[in-house]
């Protein structure tokens, strides 16, 4: 028996108020798309998001995107999100603007997205067992099929993406982050906790972090795919509002292949310390036994 199509249902206004996703639906995103303050987006378990590619001129990021607004929830089992065409297909082409997570604790902004804390809100709640994403995010650059060459059409955006998040705000136990046009998992001015990140094939670096702090307790896996360069590190450490900490609980697995970077500092008893060249790839495929591993970066970016 032909197994059936999942009925389609497109997402082109705000969620103003609590929604359900239901699993055995497809759903598209095909407009720049807030999750607003006081809604509470349910997502069932097993549910795929599709972001449609694509640009939208009056939107900020110019592109479809899902973004979590201040003092927005969601409640989630499994879902994953990838990037698709105007005829809903899944491909493998990063245009669009990907996926955010907004918190009300602290300020911050990036690529056109601010937050600032609004003690009139709640704070963010959101939480998830496992977020997939693939191919989201929006490259800096194209090749154009006609003529061949690299057109530039602005500033790349990340293919998931972390904003002003409290600890408390956040519980979503796993992230997949793949082929992002980015950075596989931007952190911006928060402090999050997650048992496990899996990293893979970014366009540019893995885990990039902004005076944040991001603690992972079970595994932590980046893998940028053999290609190494200047923009393209397994971590990028910024400091322009205070320190940057990633701190790999003790009993963590690590599996991790790429350019360490030189901004940073590697404290371990465990996992080896990086040649200091930025042609140099790190690899290190164990557990941080003996006690937590910290990566940080206090005053350089």
Same mark, same amino acid.
């Given at each position: 028996?032909?197994?059936?199509?999942?009925?389609?249902?497109?997402?082109?206004?705000?969620?103003?108020?609590?929604?359900?996703?239901?699993?055995?639906?497809?759903?598209?995103?095909?407009?720049?798309?807030?999750?607003?303050?006081?809604?509470?987006?349910?997502?069932?378990?097993?549910?795929?998001?599709? %972001?449609? !590619?694509? /640009? =939208?001129?009056?939107?900020? $990021?110019?592109?479809?995107?899902?973004?979590? &607004?201040?003092?927005?929830?969601?409640?989630?089992?499994?879902?994953?999100?990838?990037?698709?065409?105007?005829?809903?297909?899944?491909?493998?082409?990063?245009?669009?603007?990907?996926?955010?997570?907004?918190?009300?604790?602290?300020?911050?902004?990036?690529?056109?997205?601010?937050?600032?804390?609004?003690?009139?809100?709640?704070?963010?709640?959101?939480?998830?067992?496992?977020?997939?994403?693939?191919?989201?995010?929006?490259?800096?650059?194209?090749?154009?099929?006609?003529?061949?060459?690299?057109?530039?059409?602005?500033?790349?955006?990340?293919?998931?993406?972390?904003?002003?998040?409290?600890?408390?705000?956040?519980?979503?136990?796993?992230?997949?982050?793949?082929?992002?046009?980015?950075?596989?998992?931007? %952190?911006? !001015?928060? /402090? =999050?906790?997650?048992?496990? $990140?899996?990293?893979?094939?970014?366009?540019? &670096?893995?885990?990039?972090?902004?005076?944040?702090?991001?603690?992972?307790?079970?595994?932590?896996?980046?893998?940028?795919?053999?290609?190494?360069?200047?923009?393209?590190?397994?971590?990028?450490?910024?400091?322009?509002?205070?320190?940057?900490?990633?701190?790999?609980?003790?009993?963590?697995?690590?599996?991790?292949?790429?350019?360490?970077?030189?901004?940073?500092?590697?404290?371990?008893?465990?996992?080896?310390?990086?040649?200091?060249?930025?042609?140099?790839?790190?690899?290190?495929?164990?557990?941080?036994?003996?006690?937590?591993?910290?990566?940080?970066?206090?005053?350089?970016?």
């Amino acid at each position: 028996m032909a197994k059936a199509t999942p009925k389609v249902q497109v997402i082109t206004t705000d969620i103003t108020r609590n929604r359900t996703l239901r699993r055995g639906r497809l759903y598209v995103i095909a407009d720049e798309v807030h999750v607003r303050a006081g809604a509470r987006l349910t997502i069932e378990d097993g549910v795929t998001i599709l %972001v449609r !590619n694509g /640009r =939208i001129p009056r939107a900020k $990021l110019r592109r479809c995107a899902l973004i979590f &607004d201040p003092g927005s929830r969601l409640a989630a089992g499994r879902v994953t999100l990838r990037a698709c065409n105007a005829e809903n297909r899944p491909e493998r082409l990063q245009d669009n603007g990907g996926l955010w997570f907004l918190g009300n604790t602290q300020a911050a902004a990036k690529d056109g997205i601010s937050v600032k804390p609004d003690r009139a809100l709640p704070l963010s709640s959101f939480t998830a067992r496992a977020i997939s994403v693939h191919w989201l995010g929006r490259r800096d650059t194209y090749r154009s099929a006609v003529t061949g060459r690299e057109l530039d059409i602005g500033d790349d955006v990340d293919g998931f993406s972390v904003l002003g998040m409290g600890v408390t705000e956040w519980k979503i136990s796993k992230v997949l982050s793949a082929w992002s046009a980015d950075d596989g998992f931007d %952190v911006t !001015n928060s /402090r =999050i906790v997650l048992d496990r $990140l899996d990293i893979r094939s970014p366009n540019e &670096d893995g885990l990039n972090i902004s005076s944040s702090r991001v603690e992972i307790r079970k595994s932590l896996s980046i893998d940028m795919n053999g290609v190494c360069g200047r923009d393209r590190q397994l971590f990028d450490l910024e400091t322009d509002d205070g320190a940057s900490y990633i701190e790999i609980r003790r009993g963590c697995r690590v599996q991790v292949e790429g350019v360490f970077g030189d901004e940073m500092v590697l404290s371990s008893k465990d996992l080896k310390q990086p040649v200091r060249r930025r042609s140099g790839v790190y690899r290190f495929n164990g557990v941080s036994r003996r006690q937590a591993t910290l990566v940080y970066s206090i005053d350089e970016d």
